[in-house]
């Protein structure tokens, strides 16, 4: 009886510890990213990122999706040399790192900020962040549009530099990274009004984190010194480092078929998506594929481009490539000429589509597939 009795004590006195690391950890706040975008390198054409900054600042006002407490992500994904960050303040409050207003970025790195005290930002909120950098920088990795205003000592820009996440405790919807291209990044929107179709995504699902990691003119498959490396080469950087990730939603591989060189065997990018999906899968996570959207009228459309999109199209919608899939191409296509966009959805050039076409596109997601 003894032997049992002290066998049982032994018994609550191991699983203690183990109740109270499964409290801590369910009590630990859930990190999501409510607010991202994916960096490039510059070229010479982008003079302020090439040059990089001497104490210049940076301001950057972010739409976010989700909101509760907040830290900052800073990237330098394509850096040569350390880069000294801060002081940074956010929503007007301090910015510290690991308890100090400074912390060097090191090249081909991310840093991320301690909770910002006193900070809870509501959701679809937009957020000012503020970051000195003392420099000189050398070059800094950037995004070039964002399709918002910012700042640099006080200029206008739409560039974001070295900021690349807003992250959040108070998700409670779908957690989505979208990887995409210019019709993601907000083409075809006008700046400032927030209009982008993962935008409008968000507001559709409330409490939702949308992670926005669009490029203009990025490829699935090939790297492009303007355009950054393709989506197979920056899916891990940009997709799986995200924190509190459920799903990611692919919409690549229209500028596959348009952009030279261009592709011409649609199995080629069908293997491309496949290899995302594995990579995803092995993270957990869940995947949508965007079919191709129409693009006839575009300078670089051609009958032959317009067959292979839509032998692409054809096994995304029956391949059981993805989990599930977001029929861009449905969405937005004239039924009198399904080779283009309906005339309300074309921004004027055959391939971006209006404010009104980003809300199809929103539309086209299905709630239950994120």
Known sequence: ???????????????VPEARAAERKASRPGWATSWATAQTAPTSADTVA??????GVCTATVRLSAGGRVR???????????????????????????????????AGASLTSDPVDGLRAPDGSALT??????GPTGPLSFHRNTHASHSVDGARTTSVFLLTGVEVTGAHGPVVAV????????????????LRWPDQLARRLPGSAVANLGISG??????????????????DRDVLSLPGLRTVLVQLGLNDLQQPPAQTDASVVLAGYRQLVLRARSAGLRTVGATITPFEGWTRWTREADEVRQRINRAVRTGHLFDAVADFDAALRDPARPSRLRPAFDSGDGLHPTPSGHAALAGAV?????
């Open 179 to 194: 990887l995409g291209d210019s019709v993601a990044e907000g083409v075809g929107t006008p700046d400032d009004a927030d």
């Open 218 to 235: 990025n490829r699935l498959l090939l790297d492009d010194a303007r355009f950054g490396p393709g989506g197979q080469a920056r899916f």
């Open 1 to 15: 009886m003894l032997t049992a009795t002290v066998a049982g004590v032994a018994a609550v006195a191991a699983t």
């Open 50 to 55: 090439a040059a990089g900054l001497t104490d």
């Open 366 to 370: 299905d709630r239950r597939h994120l």
């Open 129 to 134: 962040v503020e970051t000195r950098l003392p």
């Open 72 to 106: 900052l992500r800073y990237g330098h994904a394509f850096g040569t040399v350390p880069v000294l960050v801060g002081p940074v303040t956010a929503g007007g409050r301090a910015v510290t790192f690991g308890g100090r207003r400074q912390a060097w970025l090191a």
